[in-house]
């Protein structure tokens, strides 16, 4: 992305690019041992009009990498490479399989004089290795929800059969990699949860346990609302990468409709159903439709020990979302669909309606929506729940934070240093522009606070987090 | 000269991270008042001892500057400059030559003195000790040819040096520049300081940029045996020169400086600890050395262990701590000074990297631990500078100020408990503008040599959040499970506390105000109020 300094004067303007990606491939140092067959070894290369030459030229630097840091630790190579312009990083996801991914630094274009190029600047210190680490071992765990391991590629079509999946979803995914807006929040992965009472909660869970009963066939559900997660029958693992997917992909593409006027175009066929607002959000758009097609995307979910591949019906009324996930070895047919859709529709839309007054009721207690008191991030290693009041609604895939992006790169910073050791800490800092910025760990929880109060001092700002943790973590215990 | 650079004189212009490049010049705003830069507890009253390298930031730049300030002198022909015609004429007696084999030949018989304590070369480079090492570091040549290991030979590390090589002009080849790579608990740093590349591997939790400081204090100590232009001559006539030829016997000096920089908080902080002592005492041995002058003299340096005494420079000239670190590594890690009186070329890298002065070392007693540096310009003046060496004496014994300082050498440091604050258990302060700092001694949970590695390692940590390049802060707090840390860094100075964790937020905001009015209370005694010229 491309911003140009609004300081500079038109003529002689300084540009500045955000970190951008440069390569992404995919390689097995098995595949091509033999001098000459190096091009054997790569699976899948981005951008793919790259020279031969010089895609042989790029791996074979990374395999010398990696088998050099093997001299320090045989165990442990290489998971990133910095240089002036750009960073590596490494990832072996499969025995001998590595993807790797280079982002060129963010730099500065300063114009010169009359016949001279400009000249650039890299800006070496802006990325975090822990942030785009995350990112590149979210890239494999999106490949692998939707086309299994690498392995079992392998096993099914050889390379032949590896290197078409490959092409054909990175190509549109890595399109939808936001590489500037990434921060802190990917390297936790979280889950958001929607706060529940009771009564609420004990009513979702018995409308999934009634649907499994009736629907035998459905191995999984996981329930969300409004982008938020309240109940999930799936592995944390795979309910992860696949909260991460609903929500920025699934949901965001199909939101557009839902905020359409009643007679645009886009609005689907809701009509001709009046008991309730239920409708597929994956298979088909409209029941009724003689042509339907009941095709559902496929997933593959317990990699490590069960490997299933299933189908994933997502259905939603209103706010409220459900996956149902069925063996891939079921063929689904209109019959099925119909079923499900008269039994989970009018109870959803009911439910729906339900959790949307029990939310209201919520926010009228707390207070109207405003900027939120504090500017908090916080993650639980335990249930991945997080929370962040620095992120704005995430639009498509990407998310937009209320601070300054040095403020959020500091926060990765005292991250890191929580990441090195497995002890309890407390680190407080204030930052040049007087920002103080509070990071808290505490038995698999992780707290980060951003207080605008440039002139309190530690003591103060100590009260000031401890009033936060009183108000939102009441019965979470941190180091003081 | 290029690798130099790394990112540190490029002032972030864009509208997003402005503010920061420019406040960072601006700590004056700091909470208090009155501390500013040179009023700080510590500041020299008159001019500074050092070249006005202040900051973390100053040390990394770009050394241009202060080479020119003996440019001029060397035109004088007063500084001799390295003029030799072959890197190899150590049989053939060129003049350098025959200097850089007196040197060798000292060391050699320095390392067997130390071989109790010397290097373990014999280790096995495939074998997991070797490997689990804190911290390796490499020097070799652009051919790809080994020059220095601080373990293993070099020999058997010969073709890794080769792929160190070639990873190095692999990325060059792209027009890029390799800086580091990062393994989950270890990083390899890379530094090319034509014609050399030196290359750390370190599990510490240092940052890539402390690492790469650390490096370049090893290239100036192979610098200062042979002068950049000595070094540039020989590759340039052959490339692939063996360069352990011509440094043979110096490797226990990078030793003991790699040492030095896993223990000794006035490299990382780029400064200098003097021995406690009354101001007055140490006005008396000051002017002492400022009468016994000669021409050519440039600093007369007074050292106990590895604390300086005193410090009197030529008029106009400075030495950068860097240098000042060098003679003390010198000093520190050759015993054979102490048999009689030394004379050494030594190029102080940081002055000019082109030229050798001629230092004239020894120490006041045999026993002792004062050690006198007389640095002149001149080759030939062993016997003038002996001679400044006896005057200086003299006039030491006849005005009693020997008694004082031998008086001092008995508490060469202070325990923090004479300082009264709860819970504190180190702190190191530096004046910024006085390049020097004070530190109590190492107290009992950190005495042992890893714990004392552990503690430096998290002054280490604290140092690099603190002066990050582009994100740096005013001050840090961490509390952990071990121990309570702060540092707070101001227009004027730089203070590191390390509190037992049972301390409060509260304890160590009161230890600040109280500690900063105890070190003003002292400063007479731990700091060089007063530095002098001839």
Redesign the interface.
Known sequence: ML?I???MAAGMQ?K?YTPSLLNFFIYNPKFGPREGEEEKKILFYHPSEVEKNEKIRNVG?CE??VQ??R???PS???????????RQFFYEPEENFWIVMVVRNPM?EKPNKEGKPPTI??????IL?TVYGAVLQQCYSMYKLFNGTFGRAMEAGGVELLTQKLEKFFYRYLQTLHLHSCDLLDVFGGISFFPLDKMTYLKIQSFVNRVEESLRLIKYTAFLYNDQLIWSGLEQEDMRILYKYLTTSLFPRHSEPELAGRDSPLRPEVAGNLLHYGRFLTGPSNLKDPEAKFRFPRIFVNTGEGYEELHLIVYKAMSAAVCFMISASVELNREFCEQLDSLVGPQLTLLASDICEQYNINRRISGPDREPQFKFIYFNHMNLAEKSTIHMRKTASVSLTSV???LM??LG?INC?FA??D????????????YWVVGKKSDQRELYVILNQKNA???EV?EEVKRLCATQFNNIFF?? | MEADVHNTNAPVENGSLAPVDRLRHERSDSPTPGLVEGTEPGAGQDSAMFVHAQSFEDLTADDGEQEQELSEEGTDGTLETQEQESGESRDGGGESGEAQDTQAEEEQEDEEAQSSGGRDKEEDVTSEAWRRHRKHVFVLSEAGKPIYSRYGTEEALSSTMGVMMALVSFVEAEKNVIRSIHAEDYKVVFLRKSPLVLVGVSRTRQSERELTRELLYIYYQIISLLTLTQLNHIFQHKQNYDLRRLLAGSEHLTDNLLRLLDRDPGLLLSAVTCLPLPSSSRDVISSSLQAAKAKSLVFSILLAGNRLVTLVRKKDQFLHHMDLHLLFNLVGSSSSFREGEGWTPICLPKFNTAGFFHAHISYLEPASDLCLILVSTDREDFFNLSDCKRRFLERLRRRSAYQALQEALRTPSYSVSQVGIAELRHFVYKSKSSGLYTSPEIPIPYQSEEEQERLMGLYQYLHSCMHHPTRPLRSIYRCGERENLLAWVTSGFELYLCFSPLGTKEQAMAAISKLLKWIRKEEDRLFILSPQTY
């Open positions: 911003m300094s609004p300081r300084e500045q630097l010398a990498i050099f840091t001299t320090f630790c442990k190579p290489a998971k990133s490479l910095h240089t002036q312009k750009n500065i600047e890299y800006q070496e210190e802006e290795d300054h992006p040095d790169k500091i910073d240093d090195r050791v002890e309890d800490e407390e680190i407080i800092v204030k930052a040049m522009t007087d001092n530690l003591i100590n180091l003081d």
